[in-house]
């Protein structure tokens, strides 16, 4: 979510053809970038399957010490592997089969060598150990890091987020968005006095010898690493459940203490019927066997699988703020519903390389639209989606650069949302459009995905060429302009766009509110129309996210 908060402080894989490239690809990346990016045979001879994370957090020192359990199967023979963690971290041991292990290090990334050949289709595990200080974020969650605050009371409150810096800045893992293990540990060793919240369900809190807590958490789902996460406060804690297409759901909420009074019945306005409207769109929540949690963070907020991290401070919109500047923006807290969104596209389906942010952000940003919609009609999702469209820079392309975790432009948010709800107009049937994304989630269920896939199987299930408006509006900055001449009874339109033959179907009036659609294409067409109309009478249904000019 971090670009989307932005705004208000203002080669595809080798198998893609040349075309589809973003253009801002011409950036010098180092040999670091590379490191974290590409998924080198280092990388890919493993595939995760599970991880036990254990730790303590030393909130005076401000430091982390303990290790991570890496259990794989090999996906080719190999005796060298790649993992990583940031150089700032000390690696103290990696231990394998009772012995310790030779590793070099260059940049984050550290390469383990095996005592013997790790044969393909072998299931293995080896364990890190390591400790240190982790990086403290300077303006969470948009920089990524730690942070080390205090509630009102002066008690600890402490969290990480980590998006796009990488969940390598804390703790040892295969830091690259498509390998996800299956299921995880997280155990958190706290101070005496304090709780410690993570993804998934609690299994047991255990009192140490040396006083403090030890908090451990199972996800039995597939987890990505960024999505890994505590939460350590003087926290309250409640429960609900909701009634869903899959069942009971069970919802747990943590507030601060202080702030429980207040958090309940703020949240209870929002959680339930957005569920509702979400599972009716996007398909059942897809994480029933390990709850949804919405917690207090001391940021803004993050996406956390099953821990929705919360910090809106209670308040309607954002921060109290409405980012489409309609109104419909105060009718709903925005971190509960965008992060929340989430859960389907980000955590449910997750793209495989940052350079397709656009999956997680552009779907979760009309999530937005289609709670306004739930809640106020779709004249106010319109208005909505519509509105929040002057928070576009349209300064480089959507989608990032490939193998170098580069993530693109922060239009993935509102200009991303705008081309998903102009292909709901092409489409033309709402039920379709509802059914094209729940299979989305039914088909990538727990998947890592390319664009490709998302393009593909939208561009399938519709019936439409869709090819040119996603690279239109994913892989150039700019966006088309429909050009216009009326001369006497003569009509003349064309498409000006740098996609080669861009030719997207348009709706236009040449009489107020009176929508039709027309076939523009790169080379003037023209239609015959009553002498009496005037230029300016010609418009765009403003649900296309397009400029129009006047051709003189």
């Given at each position: 979510?971090?670009?989307?908060?932005?705004?208000?402080?203002?080669?595809?894989?080798?198998?893609?053809?040349?075309?589809?490239?973003?253009?801002?690809?011409?950036?010098?990346?180092?040999?670091?970038?590379?490191?974290?990016?590409?998924?080198?045979?280092?990388?890919?001879?493993?595939d995760?399957?599970?991880?036990?994370?254990?730790?303590?957090?030393?909130?005076?020192?401000?430091?982390?010490?303990?290790?991570?359990e890496?259990?794989?199967?090999?996906?080719?023979?190999?005796?060298?592997?790649?993992?990583?963690?940031?150089?700032?971290?000390?690696?103290?041991?990696?231990?394998?089969?009772?012995?310790?292990?030779?590793?070099?290090?260059?940049?984050?990334?550290?390469?383990?060598?095996?005592?013997?050949?790790?044969?393909?289709?072998?299931?293995?595990?080896?364990?890190?150990?390591?400790?240190?200080?982790?990086?403290?974020?300077?303006?969470?969650?948009?920089?990524?890091?730690?942070?080390f605050?205090?509630?009102?009371?002066?008690?600890?409150?402490?969290?990480?987020?980590?998006?796009?810096?990488?969940?390598?800045?804390?703790?040892?893992?295969?830091?690259?968005?498509?390998?996800?293990?299956?299921?995880m540990?997280?155990?958190?060793?706290?101070?005496?006095?304090?709780?410690?919240?993570?993804?998934?369900?609690?299994?047991?809190?255990?009192?140490?010898?040396?006083?403090?807590?030890?908090f451990n958490?199972?996800?039995?789902?597939?987890?990505?690493?960024?999505?890994?996460?505590?939460?350590?406060?003087?926290?309250?804690h409640?429960?609900?459940?909701?009634?869903?297409?899959?069942?009971?759901?069970?919802?747990?909420?943590?507030?601060?203490?202080?702030?429980?009074?207040?958090?309940?019945?703020?949240?209870?306005?929002?959680?339930?019927?957005?569920?509702?409207?979400?599972?009716?769109?996007?398909?059942?929540?897809?994480?029933?066997?390990?709850?949804?949690?919405?917690?207090?963070?001391?940021?803004l907020?993050?996406?956390?699988?099953?821990?929705?991290?919360?910090?809106?401070?209670?308040?309607?919109?954002?921060?109290?703020?409405?980012?489409?500047?309609?109104?419909?923006?105060?009718?709903?807290?925005?971190?509960?519903?965008?992060?929340?969104?989430?859960?389907?596209?980000g955590?449910?389906?997750?793209?495989?390389?940052?350079?397709?942010?656009?999956?997680?952000?552009?779907f979760?940003?009309?999530?937005?639209?289609?709670?306004?919609?739930?809640?106020?009609?779709?004249?106010a999702?319109?208005?909505?989606?519509?509105?929040?469209?002057?928070?576009?820079?349209?300064?480089?392309?959507?989608?990032?650069?490939?193998?170098?975790?580069?993530?693109?432009?922060?239009?993935?948010?509102?200009?991303?949302?705008?081309?998903?709800?102009?292909?709901?107009?092409?489409?033309?049937?709402?039920?379709?459009?509802?059914?094209?994304?729940?299979?989305?989630?039914?088909?990538?269920?727990?998947?890592?995905?390319?664009?490709?896939?998302?393009?593909?199987?939208?561009?399938?299930?519709?019936?439409?060429?869709?090819?040119?408006?996603?690279?239109?509006?994913?892989?150039?900055?700019?966006?088309?302009?429909?050009?216009?001449?009326?001369?006497?009874?003569?009509?003349?339109?064309?498409?000006?766009?740098?996609?080669?033959?861009?030719?997207?179907?348009?709706?236009?009036?040449?009489?107020?509110?009176?929508?039709?659609?027309?076939?523009?294409?790169?080379?003037?067409?023209?239609?015959?129309?009553?002498p009496?109309?005037?230029?300016?009478?010609?418009k765009?249904?403003?649900?296309f996210?397009?400029?129009?000019?006047?051709?003189?």
């Amino acid at each position: 979510m971090r670009n989307a908060s932005l705004s208000l402080f203002i080669l595809l894989f080798l198998g893609l053809s040349l075309k589809a490239q973003p253009l801002h690809q011409k950036a010098a990346f180092s040999r670091a970038d590379t490191l974290r990016g590409t998924l080198t045979p280092l990388r890919t001879c493993y595939d995760l399957t599970y991880y036990h994370l254990d730790v303590s957090i030393d909130i005076d020192q401000k430091s982390i010490s303990g290790s991570n359990e890496f259990v794989f199967t090999a996906t080719q023979d190999f005796k060298r592997l790649q993992f990583d963690l940031f150089a700032n971290l000390k690696v103290e041991k990696v231990v394998y089969q009772n012995q310790e292990l030779p590793f070099t290090r260059e940049f984050n990334a550290v390469f383990v060598t095996f005592p013997k050949t790790i044969r393909k289709g072998s299931k293995d595990r080896f364990t890190v150990f390591y400790s240190g200080h982790p990086i403290i974020a300077k303006n969470a969650p948009w920089d990524g890091g730690f942070i080390f605050s205090k509630d009102k009371s002066g008690t600890p409150w402490v969290s990480v987020a980590c998006q796009g810096l990488g969940a390598s800045c804390w703790w040892p893992n295969k830091d690259h968005q498509s390998d996800e293990v299956d299921s995880m540990l997280v155990s958190i060793r706290v101070p005496k006095g304090l709780k410690e919240v993570s993804n998934g369900r609690l299994r047991s809190i255990q009192k140490q010898a040396d006083g403090t807590t030890k908090f451990n958490w199972f996800i039995s789902n597939p987890i990505n690493n960024y999505n890994v996460t505590f939460y350590i406060g003087d926290y309250a804690h409640w429960t609900d459940e909701y009634q869903g297409e899959n069942g009971k759901l069970t919802l747990d909420y943590w507030a601060l203490s202080q702030d429980s009074v207040q958090a309940k019945p703020h949240w209870d306005q929002d959680v339930k019927p957005m569920l509702q409207c979400f599972e009716h769109w996007f398909g059942p929540y897809p994480f029933y066997s390990d709850g949804y949690k919405l917690v207090e963070a001391p940021h803004l907020g993050m996406e956390h699988q099953s821990a929705v991290a919360y910090g809106n401070q209670f308040k309607m919109g954002y921060l109290g703020k409405d980012l489409s500047g309609t109104g419909w923006g105060l009718k709903f807290d925005f971190i509960t519903v965008h992060e929340s969104g989430h859960e389907w596209f980000g955590n449910n389906i997750t793209s495989k390389d940052i350079a397709d942010m656009w999956i997680h952000e552009s779907f979760t940003n009309y999530s937005e639209t289609l709670f306004t919609e739930c809640k106020n009609g779709k004249a106010a999702g319109e208005d909505y989606v519509i509105g929040i469209r002057h928070n576009i820079a349209n300064d480089i392309p959507i989608i990032g650069s490939y193998g170098v975790n580069k993530e693109g432009s922060g239009d993935m948010y509102y200009k991303g949302a705008n081309m998903i709800h102009m292909i709901r107009q092409l489409i033309g049937n709402d039920e379709k459009f509802r059914n094209i994304l729940r299979g989305l989630n039914k088909t990538f269920y727990h998947k890592t995905v390319t664009t490709a896939e998302v393009e593909n199987y939208i561009t399938e299930q519709s019936g439409l060429k869709l090819q040119k408006v996603f690279d239109q509006y994913l892989r150039h900055p700019s966006i088309p302009e429909l050009e216009y001449k009326i001369n006497g009874k003569q009509l003349s339109y064309r498409w000006k766009a740098e996609v080669k033959d861009f030719d997207m179907p348009v709706k236009v009036s040449l009489i107020p509110d009176n929508y039709s659609y027309i076939y523009p294409t790169s080379t003037w067409k023209t239609a015959e129309i009553d002498p009496s109309i005037k230029d300016e009478t010609f418009k765009a249904d403003p649900n296309f996210y397009i400029t129009i000019k006047f051709f003189k």
